[in-house]
């Protein structure tokens, strides 16, 4: 196979990099957000809960979009990167909710994974142009 060309029915690199990323953060909220959220519930968030299950369903619909090749899966990526972006300021600073295991630096992986799905989804949308 030549560098460049993509075999028939075969997802471009770039899609394939944006679907690895909003997979990993789908992991991430199944195994340790969803838990927090509805931890937080008894705490007087009762909103939390359902707001990050529906940012998670709209992730798992993102990828399945991308894979059925439909790239507005890409802009489903994009609002979940931008909600990741404010949530731990609002859980965090606003709230003044500390995180459940006591690492004050742990909002830095999500934001982290938040800017690498909006660069890899904005990447994938103009090249698909």
């Known amino acids: 196979m030549e560098t460049g060309k993509m075999e028939k029915g075969q997802l471009p690199i770039h899609i394939q990099a944006a679907i690895a990323m909003m997979l990993i953060q789908l992991v991430h909220k199944i195994v340790r957000e969803i838990p927090g ?8 968030v009762g909103g939390g809960g359902i707001v990050t299950i529906a940012f998670t369903c709209l992730l798992a619909i993102g990828i399945l979009l991308l894979i059925m090749k439909i790239r507005w899966g890409l802009l489903f990526g994009i609002i979940d990167g931008a909600w990741m972006l404010f949530q731990p300021v609002l859980v965090h600073v606003i709230l003044a909710k500390p995180d459940p295991n006591g690492i004050w630096w742990y909002p830095a992986f999500p934001i982290t994974q938040a800017l690498l799905i909006i660069y890899f989804c904005i990447l ?5 142009n």
Do not use: C, D, L, R
């Not at 959220?37 to 007087?44: A, L, R, T």
């Not at 994938?124 to 698909?128: D, N, R």
């Open 37 to 44: 959220s509805v931890g937080m519930i008894g705490e007087g």
């Open 124 to 128: 994938a949308w103009k090249i698909s």
